[in-house]
């Protein structure tokens, strides 16, 4: 899952803080969840929350997503370049 990150965030200070968070969030588990998460749950490497579905997006659609890593990178992109490293809580 590490390669996977760095082909998406690049392997400079950027994809190794993602490399980090990963670890922390999903200790590298594509299928991770955190079902109490009170915004749907949080799904994946990078427990990606279920405020973040498409409209119309069922929860299950949304947990499909996010448990496929290629998908799930991409969303991870998309938020990081709309806000950083701020849905993560900042870079360990």
């Avoid at 990606?48 to 969303?75: D, K, S, Y």
């Amino acid at each position: 899952m590490t390669a996977l990150v760095y082909q998406t965030f690049g392997t400079g200070w950027q994809g190794r803080c993602m490399v980090r968070i990963m670890w922390r969030e999903s200790g590298g588990n594509p299928r991770a969840a955190n079902y109490t998460d009170s915004n749907g749950g949080s799904y994946g490497l990078l427990q990606i929350n279920g405020v973040h579905r498409w409209r119309g997006e069922t929860l299950a659609q949304f947990r499909a997503r996010m448990w496929n890593p290629i998908t799930h990178l991409a969303a991870a992109r998309r938020l990081y370049n709309g806000s950083g490293f701020g849905p993560w809580g900042g870079c360990p």
